[in-house]
């Protein structure tokens, strides 16, 4: 079973940047697309950006031209690189791997999460 560890989260001031990392270890599965998700407090869970291992990216609306998925090269970390934060960016984050079910990513494998507060 493939495990997802998450690092990098913080207190962080508006306007400041903060990059997340996620280990990849024992994934049984050919890597095939990895994800960002957050949940902030009383929310649901939000699609922050995905990545194929093809290394094309998806960003959505709400962290486009802000957010950057990217991984290294062997495939086994993940990361974000998030700028310009917000109040609102606020949540846990969370690094996912998974697949493409009619185009849209499935997350299968979550890790545990990390905290990102943006206050002054």
């Known amino acids: 079973q493939g495990q997802l560890v998450e690092s990098g989260g913080g207190l962080v001031q508006p306007g400041g940047s903060l990059r997340l990392s996620c280990a990849l270890s024992?994934?049984?599965?050919?890597?095939?697309?990895m994800g960002w998700y957050r949940q902030a407090p009383g929310k649901q869970r939000e699609l922050v950006a995905t990545i194929s291992n093809g290394n094309s990216t998806i960003h959505p609306n709400s962290a486009k031209g802000r957010f950057t998925i990217s991984r290294d090269n062997a495939g086994n970390t993940l990361y974000l690189q998030m700028n310009s934060l917000k109040p609102e960016d606020t949540a846990v984050y969370y690094c996912?791997?998974?697949?493409?079910?009619?185009?849209?990513?499935?997350?299968?494998?979550w890790g545990q999460g990390t905290q990102v507060t943006v206050s002054a």
């Open positions: 024992g994934s049984i599965f050919s890597i095939d697309h």
């Open positions: 996912t791997e998974g697949g493409l079910n009619s185009g849209t990513y499935v997350p299968l494998i």
